[in-house]
């Protein structure tokens, strides 16, 4: 049984109010799988790196646990770069450079010992890859996430729709399901969203928090208010890997479960954006994840006597 | 004892997506003294209204036991009127027209009865004229609830600093939290409002719920998420008024209570934005009320055994 992660592993290249970086490590698949290892002992990711993708990198992941063997590393070819400036809401950002790069022909391997894939997810990636990933599974998982993004909306509308068909949750944000179901109105985006495949909706709202819904039931959680958000990049990356990799741990798919599991995807998702890239979620242990949690718990309790 | 609700008492004309309405009865005092009166029974209103004012829109609020002992009828003048048109978004609006009227020269009267008031909500109104109220009363109640908006921070920023000085619980949104503080962070804004003189902050976030920051902790609540929001008009005046009327309701201030509170207002809140103006929040009862607090609860609630 294993948790099996298809995701970009990228360069990334951030400007903040807060600063700025070089070169550092990123990518849907790196977020994901390191928020998901810290829940789940079986993560296995699918990617695509350049040979200028240090060593030491992939190092980070395996000592997390995490298996590479579908991580194809591409002589002579370079890295997959996201180069983005973030403006002072934090909620809106520029994208300066996209360099395709080893992503540009991308052909997903899932190796034989993938086969035992009990949990997907299917990382924000272009849905043709996602889908081609899924089926390459010889059996399906008992539970397929797929995250996505706009862009994919806006130039792979098609392949979403028939990806969208084959999975049990979809994570995006608020103006993703407004755009993908035409709603502005979360509620009714929710209940056309439903209808194109997925049987639960998690809609993230960065400081807002997320909403789940699913089972007829609607699930409201906060984000953690924190004094700065240093840089957001990964931070719904991170929520995905919590969330999936906290079902794989339990192992049972209720929705007081799924409940939990977006509280963990937003606890992870918390640590991300309190440094630049990966760098807080390298170096969390299960005290810290622990506490985390406590405070999503003392943030929104409470007991009316009615 | 009791509580004492000052605020404005207009007739409103608005526009939204749904609908256009001719002139309705509005103004924070009307929305929070009906939102406080399904909670507590000695809810007193001060404020103005001019000889147009139907004497029927006045029994409206004598029919839920709203005292009207401090709701001034001047003789030849006219009630204070706002125009105003939401955007698609309901979360900006523009103002159509504002007729002061009767509120240009209000001197509000504070009638004996209402002396043992022990709490106190300065609703929505130039600052000045809170101060007065507040002044007006022989002793200090057991709590005061301020709310305000954006423009008296632009029109009355002196005013504003000196009533807050006094007041125990402050309700802002999250925009005229950031403008108060001149912070972005809520929890920066929030711990600079804290030192200006209230020992609570809600800060309201529309279908993002509410923040309430206070005694070194912070309470996040939801929204209710609604397929439509017909007319967002009064749902803050209608959160203060839930939000009090619910303190009065249980007599002790701790943190605890007032997480209640907030979930309270909240839920008064969600019905004002189901119809045009006072409309749904007039034809409520214990029933509807239990039951949409039932809902918050439900939305809200997980269990982590961690």
Redesign the interface.
């Known amino acids: 049984m294993s948790l099996v992660i298809i995701g970009t592993i990228a360069y990334d290249a951030i400007e903040t109010p807060f600063g700025k970086t070089d070169k550092i490590v990123g990518g849907a698949a790196t977020f994901a799988g390191l928020a998901a290892a810290y829940l789940y002992n079986q993560v296995k990711l699918v990617g695509v790196v350049g040979e200028d993708f240090g060593d030491d990198n992939l190092d980070v992941l395996r000592s997390k646990g995490i298996n590479l063997d579908g991580v194809q590393v591409r002589k002579g070819e370079k890295t997959f770069f996201w180069a983005g400036r973030y403006h002072?809401?934090m909620n809106s950002r520029d994208t300066l450079v996209t360099d395709l790069n080893v992503l540009a022909d991308f052909d997903p391997i899932v190796p034989d010992s993938y086969q035992d894939c009990q949990y997907l997810l299917l990382g924000n990636l272009t849905p043709q890859v996602q889908l081609t990933t899924l089926n390459r599974l010889q059996r399906k998982p008992k539970l397929v996430v797929l995250d996505t993004m706009n862009f994919w909306m806006d130039t792979a509308w098609e392949d979403l729709l028939t990806v969208l068909k084959s999975v049990d949750v979809l994570t995006v944000n608020d103006a993703e399901a407004r755009q993908l179901a035409g709603e502005?109105?979360?509620?009714?985006a929710a209940e056309k969203i439903l209808k194109l495949g997925p049987k639960y909706l998690v809609i993230k709202?960065g400081?807002?928090?997320a909403?789940l819904f699913g089972d007829g039931?609607?699930?409201?959680?906060?984000?953690l208010?924190?004094?700065?958000?240093y840089d957001p990049t990964g931070a719904g990356d991170t929520f995905a890997g919590g969330f999936i990799g906290y079902l794989a741990k339990v192992g049972t798919l209720t929705f007081?479960n799924m409940?939990?599991a977006?509280?963990?995807g937003s606890a992870l998702a918390s640590f991300c954006v309190e440094k630049f890239g990966a760098e807080r979620l390298r170096e969390l242990d299960s005290a810290s994840i622990?506490e985390r949690?406590?405070l999503f718990?003392?943030?929104?309790?409470?007991?009316?006597a009615?």
Not at 184 to 188: A, D
Not at 225 to 229: D, S
Not at 297 to 304: N, P, R, V, Y
């Open positions: 002072n809401d502005y109105s979360l509620v009714k709202k400081e807002h928090g909403l039931q609607i699930f409201s959680a906060p984000a208010p924190l004094a700065e958000v007081h409940k939990n977006v509280i963990f622990s949690l406590r718990t003392e943030l929104t309790k409470f007991d009316i009615n």
